[in-house]
C-alpha cells in the first residue's frame, strides 16, 4: 500500500486567490515525481481545481507500478517490463502485482494448482453462453459473466477481505480466462472445451480456444510463450481509466466481482483497450479503401475537420515510444517466423510507424506508436480472432485491477471516489 512514509517532504507551495494566500504542502514520491497535496483547498478558500480527464490530478498514493511516459519506462514493482517479459510466467507476474513480490517456487506451483483447482465454471453460468447471440461481442460476455460471478459465490462477501482474497483472486483470474474461451467457442458454434488440470494457464486457455473434436490441438511452446509475454505487458498500468474505473465503483463498496465487471466495460473503449481491434480494422480498411496508401491516411489523421485518428497511435502518459509496443513488435515478427506466415497488415504497420515517426506532427505531440499498434497483430498471427482482442487485453489486465482495488480498499486516506464540478447552467428561476 502506497504510504506517506516512503515520500520526501518538500515544504510547501504558495497559492494566492483573490488575496488570500494558503501554503499546500509539498512533496515527491520514490522516483521524484511531484505533488501538491490540496486536500485543504475547498475548505480554505471556496475554491476547487478544474482538470477535465484528471491529465494533472494525482488520486492515490501506490506502490505497484512506475511510468516515466518521457524515457519510456515501465516497472511493475520496481521491475523493468522487459525484464518480467523475458524471464517470468504471467502468474508470476500476477502474484507480483497482487502480493507485492515474484513468488518462490513453491507459491508458483501452489498459486499454479489454485488457479487450476478453481478453472471451471459452474455448470449454471455455462448455460448463459446459450442465451447470447452468436454475435455478441466477447467484452460484453465477459463483463456479464464477472458481475455473475458475485450472485455464485455471495458468501465471500461476509468474511473479512484478508481471509478470502486468494480465493476471490483465483476464481477471478482462472474461471473468467475459462469463460473467455467459452465466448469465443459459442461465437463460432463450436462445443465449449473445459479446462484441463495438466495444463498450465496460458497453455490452458489456447487449448480451450483450439482443440476441437475433429482436429487435436497440442500446444507450441512458443506460442504460449508469446502468449504469457503479451499477458505480461498488459498486466497492470497504474492509474489508466479501467483502473480507475474499477477503483471508483470499489470506492463505493462494490464488491471485487462488481468492480472488475465495470473496469472490462471501460477497456473496451476504442480509446483504451478496445484500440487494439481498431487498429486491425483500421488496417483492413487502409488496404481495401484506400488501396494501402498511407501518405493519404496520414494527411486525413493530421485533419482537424476529418475525425479520423490514428488508432494504436498516442498515449495519455508516453510522449517517446511505449516500452511494452517494442516487445509486441518483436513478438509479432517473431510469431509469424514461428508460423512461418507473412501479414500483409504487418507490412503496412511498418510503414505507417515509419511515416509517424518522421513526421513533426506526430513528433511535436509526442505521438508514437501504444501498446495496441502491434498486440493485436500478434494476436492475429497466433489465430485470435479480431474481436477477441479486447478480450485477451482484459484477460491480462486482470491482476492489475485486482492489485489496484485492493490497494484502494487498504488506503486510510480512502474515501468514496466523487469528483466535483463548476455548474454553468441556469440560475435559480421559476416554472410560473
Ligand atoms: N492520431 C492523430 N492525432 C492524434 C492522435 C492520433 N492517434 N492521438 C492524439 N492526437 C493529437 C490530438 O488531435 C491532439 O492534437 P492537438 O494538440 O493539435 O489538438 C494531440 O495529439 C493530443 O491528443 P489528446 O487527444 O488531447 O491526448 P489524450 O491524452 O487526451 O488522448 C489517446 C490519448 C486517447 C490515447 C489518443 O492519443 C488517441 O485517441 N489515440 C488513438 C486511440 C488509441 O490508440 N488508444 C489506445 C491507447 S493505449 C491504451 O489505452 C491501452
Known amino acids: 500500500m502506497g504510504s506517506f512514509a516512503n515520500t520526501k517532504d518538500l515544504g510547501s507551495a504558495q497559492l494566492t486567490i483573490q488575496g488570500t494566500t494558503i501554503d ?95 478453472s471451471l465454471l459452474h455448470e449454471d453460468m455455462r448455460h448463459f453462453f446459450d442465451a447470447y447471440p452468436d454475435h455478441a461481442h466477447p467484452m460484453a460476455t465477459l463483463s456479464a459473466m464477472a458481475v455473475s460471478l458475485s450472485t455464485f459465490y455471495p458468501e465471500l462477501e461476509d468474511v473479512s477481505i484478508q481471509e478470502n482474497i486468494d480465493y476471490k483472486v483465483t476464481r477471478l483470474l482462472s474461471k473468467l480466462r475459462t469463460a473467455a474461451a467459452f465466448s469465443y467457442k459459442k461465437s463460432i458454434g463450436h462445443p465449449i472445451v473445459y479446462p484441463k488440470r495438466s495444463l498450465k494457464y496460458c497453455e490452458n486457455f489456447l487449448n480451450m480456444m483450439f482443440w476441437t473434436p475433429v482436429n487435436d490441438y497440442d500446444v507450441d511452446p512458443v506460442l504460449a510463450k508469446a502468449l504469457n509475454k503479451l499477458l505480461i505487458l498488459h498486466a497492470d498500468h497504474e492509474q489508466n481509466c479501467s483502473a480507475s474505473v474499477v477503483k471508483m465503483v470499489g470506492s463505493a463498496g462494490a464488491n471485487l466481482y462488481a468492480s472488475i465487471a465495470a473496469g472490462i466495460c471501460a477497456l473496451w473503449g476504442p480509446l483504451h483497450g478496445g484500440a487494439n481491434q481498431h487498429v486491425i480494422e483500421m488496417l483492413q480498411r487502409i488496404l481495401s479503401d484506400d488501396g494501402g496508401d498511407v501518405k493519404r491516411v496520414i494527411e486525413r489523421s493530421k485533419d482537424k475537420n476529418d475525425p479520423f485518428r490514428l488508432m494504436g497511435v498516442g498515449h495519455r502518459v508516453y510522449k517517446s515510444y511505449d516500452p511494452r509496443a517494442k516487445v509486441a513488435k518483436q513478438m509479432c515478427k517473431d510469431v509469424l517466423a514461428r508460423t512461418g506466415t507473412t501479414d500483409p497488415l504487418l507490412d503496412l504497420a511498418l510503414q505507417l510507424e515509419e511515416a509517424v515517426l518522421a513526421d513533426d506532427y506526430f513528433v511535436s505531440r509526442g505521438l508514437y506508436p501504444n501498446i495496441d499498434f502491434y498486440t493485436g497483430l500478434t494476436y492475429r498471427a497466433m489465430g485470435i480472432p479480431t474481436n477477441m482482442f479486447t478480450v485477451m487485453f482484459a484477460i491480462g489486465r486482470m491482476p492489475g485491477w485486482i492489485a489496484q482495488w485492493l490497494e484502494m480498499r487498504e488506503d486510510p486516506d480512502g474515501r468514496i471516489g466523487r469528483p466535483r464540478q463548476i455548474y454553468t447552467g441556469p440560475v435559480q428561476r421559476s416554472v410560473k
Open 24 to 118: 499546500l504542502p509539498l512533496f515527491e514520491g520514490s522516483e521524484n515525481e511531484k505533488a501538491i497535496d490540496i486536500r485543504a483547498l475547498r475548505k480554505e478558500t471556496g475554491a476547487i481545481t478544474y482538470d477535465p480527464g484528471f491529465v494533472n490530478t494525482g488520486c492515490c498514493l501506490s506502490d505497484i507500478t512506475y511510468i516515466d511516459g518521457e524515457k519510456g519506462i515501465l516497472r511493475y514493482r520496481g521491475y523493468d517490463i522487459n525484464e518480467l517479459a523475458e524471464h517470468c510466467e504471467f502468474i508470476d507476474v500476477a502474484y507480483l502485482l497482487i502480493h507485492g513480490k515474484l513468488p518462490d517456487d513453491e507459491q508458483h506451483n501452489q498459486f499454479s494448482r489454485h488457479l487450476n483447482s478453481h
